[in-house]
C-alpha cells in the first residue's frame, strides 16, 4: 500500500517556526535563494567548467536544498556528516548560508539558518572528491573529505546525517548495516535527512532509474545495479532503529517519485551525546 505523505513543504504552513528578531523583514525570499545559489556555486569555478555548471544546475534544480532552508531543517546541528556527498555540494552551500545570516541576508519568512561549524563528506569517486576539495578547500568551514566506501568508512560522531539519493547504490543488508551505523553515530537527538527514491510509485521511480543509469555512464562510471524500498519499509526500518520518522514529498518540478524523510533519533539506552 502507498504511504501516506505530507503536504507539500513548499505550500505547507510552518507551524513553531517563528522567525526570529535578528533576521532581516525585507529580505525577498526569491532573491535570497539566487544569492545563495551564485555564493554555493562560485566556489566551483576553481575546480573547473564541469564542476561550477553542474553546481549551479544541481543547486538550482533539485528542491530539495532551498526546501531544507526553507523549513529550517539544517538548524541547531553543529557536526554535520553528507554521506555520498558527490562534488561536497552541500558544505558549500552551508557555507554561504552562515555567511548570509551573519550578514543579516537571511529572510525572515524561513526557518532558523543552519547552525554547521563541521562538516564531513564521504564520496566512493575519487573525481568528485577532487573537485570537492578543489572548489571548498578556501572556505571557512573547512570541510574535510573523506573518499571511501560507505559501507566500510568510519562514521565521526556527528548531529546532522544527510543522505541524498545514494542508498540504493548498496544492497538491502548493507542499506541496513550503514543506517544501523548512522544511528550510533548519531546519539541521542540528532538527526538524520534520508532521500530516497519511493518504489511504490512506479513511473517515478522507474525515471529516477533510467536518469541514474544515464549519468552513470556518461561519467564512465560502472553502472551497478540499484535497490529500492517503498516509504514504508523505509519507514519501517528507520523505526526499528529507534527514529521517528516523517516523510515528505521531494522532487517537485521532477519527474521522480523522490521523499525526503526526516529521521528523528529517539533517547535509546547507551546514547551518550
Ligand atoms: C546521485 S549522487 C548524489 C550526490 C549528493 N548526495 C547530492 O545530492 O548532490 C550519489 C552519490 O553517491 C555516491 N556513492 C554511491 N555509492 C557509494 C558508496 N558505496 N560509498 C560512498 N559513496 C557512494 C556516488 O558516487 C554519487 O556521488
Known sequence: MKQELAEDPREAPQPGREARPARADGVAPDAAWRALLDGASAPYRAAGRF????????????????????????????????????QGLLASLLQACAEAAAQGRWPAAWGEAPGARQYTGIELMTRDVARAQAATAGLALAPRFVCADMRQAELPDCDLVVILDV???????????????????????????????????????????????????????????????????????????????????????????????????????????
Request: net charge positive; proline share 3%; glycine share 12%.
Open 167 to 273: 542508498l540504493h547504490y548498496v544492497d538491502h543488508a548493507a542499506q541496513a548495516a550503514l543506517l544501523a551505523r548512522v544511528r550510533s553515530a548519531l546519539g541521542r537527538r540528532g538527526r538524520l535527512l534520508l532521500r530516497v527514491g519511493d518504489m511504490d510509485d512506479a513511473r517515478g521511480f522507474a525515471a529516477s532509474q533510467w536518469v541514474d543509469r544515464l549519468v552513470t555512464t556518461v561519467r564512465g562510471h560502472r553502472v551497478p545495479p540499484t535497490w529500492g524500498r517503498s516509504v514504508a519499509q523505509w519507514r519501517e526500518l528507520l523505526q526499528g532503529l529507534g527514529f521517528a520518522v516523517q516523510a515528505l514529498p521531494m522532487s517537485r518540478g521532477t519527474p521522480f517519485a523522490n521523499v525526503l524523510l526526516l529521521a528523528d533519533a529517539a533517547a535509546i539506552d547507551g546514547d551518550s551525546a
Open 51 to 86: 564542476a561550477w555548471h553542474f553546481a549551479r544546475g544541481k543547486l538550482g534544480r533539485d528542491p530539495v536544498f532551498r526546501a531544507l532552508l526553507e523549513r529550517g531543517e539544517l538548524a541547531g546541528r553543529a557536526r554535520v556528516l553528507d554521506i555520498g556527498c558527490g
